[in-house]
């Protein structure tokens, strides 16, 4: 993984700490993304023997002799985990499909597997061709064949099967809701499942085969029905929590559309009449791997800072709220450490938090999280030195063209000889023009192929690093 405008990050002070630490925080966040890219993974975890005909998954194994292998996929990582299974497999004869965000499928250059671009975050017709293709690969699937399945998160809008009479439109529509709404991507995973034919475990029932599941999470816990919606994993949720979380955030009398509203009201008389949902089924041709999450990249992280020498401290990988709070309260965090700590001091945390959107503005949970962090250090005049950096480990934050936003000292210094009013902007959600006029301060670093949440580091000090 790249930055592409790392000159500009570093060059916009010429203090050597600020610079120091702007090129520590950016490293380390490379890292944590690197620790995470799903090639080289799949190439650890995978093996085959071509003597034995076994295929070995860690310590594993399931025989592919006389049985007919399946790769199937979707979500922003499975493009770097389908060249692996391409070169890991390569004596083998195998059909397959995977869906990867659009642009990307010159980047993967497969031979066997067939690769489809889909859009991303929101569903479409193209989408829900796609999935079609994928469902009539797998008619062909028998009892005896193994099926190796690629899933990660950005899954759940590129497998597209919604429940009739809901429309592909309707689809969109509920998606822009729920995006918009500030609610959490366990939230809108739950109500994505009921909605759909293939979410929640049904895809699982619809493949007669062995199924092994590789899977890269992006959601908090790591659960894994949650991830992608989870279309090979068992649910555990029901149609009526699917309706009280749309209560919760007064969206099931507005904005949804009427036939979301009539399949998730079906879905919860099926459930009291059936009462299936008290044991939830065990999908026992299914074995599922949970391979990359913000856990590894944080871990990544610490061990390198560890080696550099640098006292580091470890948050958490669960952080979640709305950006607007995240950011508030890690600065009274890092201010209350600076207060215990005189030496510098590494603060590593991974999550991902939420935005509700008011405005049409350009931007991301990364960079509001970072205008927050911004806004209480200046008006509580905080005195501390300090570098922030909040990105997502896919290179994309929110609707903007940026991975997240890279602050400090300098940064502070900007804001208050521009005046700029940063409510303006926090209320428009158009935090990337807000770091635009700053200069200095937005990452690009386009997308990773791989994606784990987000990550947060902080850098603070009293005078000097070292």
């Known amino acids: 993984m790249e930055v592409k405008n790392f000159n500009e990050l570093t060059s916009i002070t010429s203090d050597p700490i600020e610079v120091k630490a702007r090129k520590l925080l950016i490293n380390l966040y490379k890292t944590a993304v690197d620790a995470v890219d799903p090639y080289p993974i799949l190439q650890h975890l995978l093996r085959y023997d071509s003597e034995e005909k ?94 190796i399945a690629l899933i990660s998160g950005g899954g759940s809008s590129m497998w597209v099967a919604p429940k009739s009479p ?17 609610m959490s991507i366990h939230e809108m995973n739950l109500i994505r499942k009921h909605v759909s ?154 999550g991902e938090s939420t935005v509700q959107v008011h405005g049409g503005g350009i931007g991301g949970r990364n960079q509001e999280v970072a205008a927050a962090l911004l806004n209480e250090y200046s008006s509580k005049k905080l005195v501390f030195k300090f570098a922030f950096l909040s990105a997502g480990t896919d290179g994309i934050d929110g609707n903007s063209s940026y991975a997240g936003a890279l602050i400090d000292n300098k940064t502070i210094d900007i804001y208050g000889e521009k005046r700029l009013i940063l409510e303006n902007y926090l209320a428009q959600n158009d935090t990337s023009s807000f770091f635009e006029k700053i200069g200095g301060s937005v990452l690009l670093t386009g997308p990773t192929g791989t994606n784990v949440m987000d990550i947060q580091l902080a850098i603070i000090y009293l005078d000097k690093l070292s």
């Open 54 to 147: 076994l295929l070995f998954v860690n310590d594993d194994q399931y025989s592919v002799e006389s049985r007919k292998l399946w790769i199937l996929g979707a979500g922003k990582a499975v493009g770097g985990m389908a060249v692996a299974i391409e070169e890991i497999l390569n004596d083998l004869d195998y059909q397959g499909i995977v869906c990867v965000p659009e642009d990307l499928k010159i980047k993967f250059n497969l031979k066997k597997i067939l690769c489809l671009e889909s859009t991303h975050p929101f569903p479409s017709e193209i989408n829900e061709l796609n999935t079609q293709k994928v469902l009539k690969l797998i008619n062909q699937i028998s009892s005896d064949d193994l099926v």
């Open 166 to 182: 809901i429309s592909v439109q309707d689809l969109i529509i509920l998606n822009q809701v729920l995006i918009n709404s500030g």
């Open 197 to 350: 034919e293939i979410k929640g475990g049904k895809l699982a029932h619809k493949i007669s085969g062995e199924v092994i599941t590789i899977i890269l999470s992006d959601v908090i816990g790591d659960k894994l029905e949650n991830i992608a919606s989870g279309p090979l994993i068992s649910d555990s949720s029901t149609s009526n929590e699917a309706r009280l979380i749309l209560k919760k955030y007064t969206l099931w009398n507005k904005g949804i559309p009427n036939s979301v509203k009539s399949v998730i009201k079906n879905g919860i008389n099926n459930e009291i009449a059936e009462k299936s949902k008290e044991k939830p089924l065990v999908l026992n041709n299914v074995h599922s791997y949970l391979v990359g999450s913000n856990k590894i990249a944080c871990k990544a992280i610490l061990s390198k800072a560890k080696k550099m020498g640098l006292n580091s401290l470890f948050l958490t990988d669960k952080l979640e709220g709305e950006a607007k709070w995240v950011g508030k309260i890690l600065a009274r965090i890092y201010s209350g450490l600076m207060e215990e700590n005189k030496a510098p001091l590494l603060i590593v945390s991974g």
